[in-house]
């Protein structure tokens, strides 16, 4: 990936909000509308759409065409993003590609979901004959299975796991656009007493449900340059990787994709681990970041506990993680989230985090996880490192 | 989750015509599993192909039913169909011929199943005269 030829000029995000009543469109114009303020552009200029799936609206065949249509969006590169939580930051990467491949010039990449008004979701594929018999509690149930797997092999420290817990809630409380419900403070007891849902994973290790949404625009530095952009985010490096091991029936479930996508984003932007200034990681689950600190290298396997334990990761700290309060204390806005951490990421690399703006944010790196797979940990891993 | 239980129905799964010698073996109580005769591998779930070798000559052998829990979970708050059920175990099972099986550890307190311990299958009767696949701790 060749440095800074590509640009992010501007984001927005919809409040996160339990059952909104909103039309998932009606997300969506409010995400155009001020990412084309935050970016300083007229609608004419979009020319291309990268749109996330939505629960809303998942049993329609036209998803992507008919949200431009919505939009008022005529294009040259149209697409919807199936990878779960991890098609934002995928749309971002292929929004880079087709900018420099010259099929359009100025992408949208929106994701908007109110999964918690409609849900129209109904996953099939193996999961009837083989998921669903078992009684298997969808995400909870999986991360139960990789926690168990992950305590008997590794230390698993509850303090840090509290600890993560709660820097990210209080982070949240500096966070207008999180979810009410979660803008309350935290403490190590009220973690840890939070009642199992299945074992080892509590109510508190997961993500609570929401409707919302988040928007970025892409476009060529060069173009950003021409429309007079004042502040621009470059993706510099980007790894991805789905079914890490799908041909291995034995693989073990605590190794993953990341291990491949992050060495890979690191290496094109020429960075390790110790020069990243933040860290946005797809949260679903708080052991899913333990699992990425090491599979992308901040720490060795199975020292993610102690990692955290020993780090300042506030936004005051030394690698800030999920300086917006990330999905655990944020919400997650169902197959949009993962434009969340994405959209927080830019928001620092723009200097415009209010109260918890990181001081020298010069770069940062964000993840993304998506779908569940049968046996084993997560179906896409996806790493982008962005600078300013 | 005992499978005695009177009233609660499993879910019955939907099979696909690729996945049909599965079910139809559960009839006879038979566990059989997808073989590919070129790597001389097993898998599981069935797929179309071979996940060795991305064709289509795939065999059904009989297994033993035998394995270890690789990952277990107690699952306290459970989907629908399960309310009420609660608490019952979910475990990853390593079969003994190098697959790894998702079902129920059934017959034992959740708290006696662990990681490591050996379980074998027992078949939990379904509708339609199909039997699903659970697994009990192999007791000395």
Redesign the interface.
């Known amino acids: 990936m060749p440095k800074n030829d590509i640009a992010i000029i501007g984001y927005a995000e919809a409040k996160n909000t339990i059952a909104s009543g909103r039309s998932v469109y009606d997300i969506a114009g409010e995400l155009l509308a001020a990412a084309l303020e935050s970016a300083q552009l007229d609608i004419a200029s979009i020319d291309g759409l990268a749109t996330c799936l939505s629960s809303s609206e998942a049993t329609n065949p036209f998803w992507s065409p008919f949200m431009g249509d919505y939009l008022g969006l005529e294009l040259n590169w149209c697409q919807g993003m199936d990878l779960g939580g991890a098609s934002f930051l995928g749309g971002v990467a292929r929004a880079c590609e087709a900018i420099r491949g010259g099929a359009c010039e100025t992408v949208l990449v929106l994701a908007a979901d109110a999964v918690t008004t409609v849900d129209l979701s109904r996953v099939a594929a ?1 999961r ?11 995400p909870p ?1 999986t991360f ?6 992950y305590r ?1 092999t590794y230390d698993l420290d509850d303090r840090a796991l509290a600890k993560l817990a709660i820097v990210q809630r209080e982070h949240a409380l500096m966070n207008d656009n999180a979810c009410e419900k979660l803008r309350r403070p935290l403490t190590e007891e009220a973690f840890l007493s939070s ?7 509590r109510l508190l290790d997961c993500v609570m449900s929401c409707d919302g949404g988040s928007a970025v625009i892409v476009t060529s530095t060069e173009n950003a340059k021409r429309t007079g952009a004042k502040r621009m985010a470059h993706p510099i490096g980007y790894g991805e990787r789905t079914n890490f091991g ?2 291995d ?2 693989v073990d ?1 605590l190794e993953g994709g990341h291990a491949v996508a992050g060495p890979r984003a690191l290496a094109q932007a020429g960075l390790t681990p110790a020069d990243i200034r933040m860290f946005h990681p797809y949260d679903d689950f708080l052991i899913a970041v333990f699992l990425q600190l090491e599979h992308i290298g901040f720490c060795d396997r199975g020292k993610s506990s102690e990692f955290v334990l020993g780090t300042d990761i506030s936004h005051r700290g030394t690698l800030p993680i999920n300086t917006g309060g990330g999905q655990i204390s944020a919400g997650q806005a169902g197959l949009a989230g993962g434009g969340l951490n994405v959209v927080e990421a830019i928001r620092q690399l723009f200097n415009e985090a209010g109260t918890r703006q990181v001081a020298g944010a010069g770069n940062a790196m964000v993840t993304g996880i998506g779908c569940i797979p ?2 084993r940990n997560w179906s896409t891993s996806n790493v982008m490192i962005l600078t300013t | ?1 005992p499978e005695t239980s009177a009233a609660w129905k ?7 015509n690729f ?1 049909a010698p599965f079910w139809e073996a559960t009839r006879r109580r038979e566990f059989v599993l997808q073989y590919c005769p070129v790597a001389k ?5 069935p797929r179309p192909v071979s ?2 070798t991305g064709r289509r000559d795939i065999e059904w052998r009989a297994v033993s039913g035998l394995g270890t829990i ?10 629908a ?2 309310r009420g ?1 609660e608490p ?1 175990i ?3 099972i ?1 079969l003994d011929e ?7 550890v059934v017959n034992c307190a ?1 708290e006696e199943a662990a ?2 311990m050996r379980v074998r299958i027992t078949w939990d009767p ?1 509708e339609d005269g199909l039997n ?1 696949p ?1 697994f009990e701790l192999a007791r000395p």
């Open positions: 193996y009837p004959e083989w998921q669903f018999p078992v009684g298997l509690m969808g149930g139960g299975l990789l926690a168990s797997r008997s009642r199992a849902i299945s074992d080892p994973i799908v041909r029936p034995l479930v049968y046996a | 989750m499993r879910p019955q799964p939907i099979p696909t996945t591998k097993f898998q599981h779930f996940l060795y690789y990952a277990i979970t107690v699952t306290r708050r459970g989907p169909a399960f059920r019952y979910v475990a990853t390593e190098g697959v790894r099986f998702m079902s129920n959740p990681i490591g379904l699903y659970v």
